[in-house]
């Protein structure tokens, strides 16, 4: 089992920043990547940005490219999501998951936070 705590979120206004934190604990030497996806209200669930826990490869969605950066801390077994620029449709539930493969596919993760709420007023 792999557990994810997530925090950092909050009410920030347009083109602010914001940094969310995964803190993983558990058995994630079994997971090689790590995931931010998001779920706007009545919305499904979105590809945000990955990364791989050993060589650093990334992988975000077209929508952050540029805004957003993922990164990690081997030592303390985080991993955080840096965004910049926020925009009002960035408001929505941000999860961390730890899976298998850098994709933007949820069924390749296999554990999820609770997630952690970003609003972005305009």
């Known amino acids: 089992q792999v557990q994810l705590v997530e925090s950092g979120g909050g009410l920030v206004q347009a083109g602010d920043s914001l940094r969310l934190s995964c803190a993983a604990s558990?058995?994630?030497?079994?997971?090689?990547?790590m995931g931010w996806f998001r779920q706007a209200p009545g919305k499904e669930r979105e590809f945000v940005a990955a990364?791989?826990?050993?060589?650093?490869?990334?992988n975000y969605a077209d929508s952050v490219k540029g805004r957003f950066t993922i990164s990690r801390d081997n030592a303390k077994n985080t991993v955080y999501l840096q965004m910049s620029s926020l925009k009002p449709e960035d408001t929505a539930v941000y999860y961390c998951?730890?899976?298998?493969?850098?994709?933007?596919?949820?069924?390749?993760?296999?554990?999820w936070g609770q997630g952690t709420r970003v609003t972005v007023s305009s």
């Open positions: 998951a730890a899976g298998r493969v850098l994709t933007g596919w949820p069924g390749s993760y296999d554990y």
């Open positions: 558990g058995r994630t030497f079994s997971s090689a990547v």
């Open positions: 990364i791989a826990w050993s060589g650093g490869g990334t």
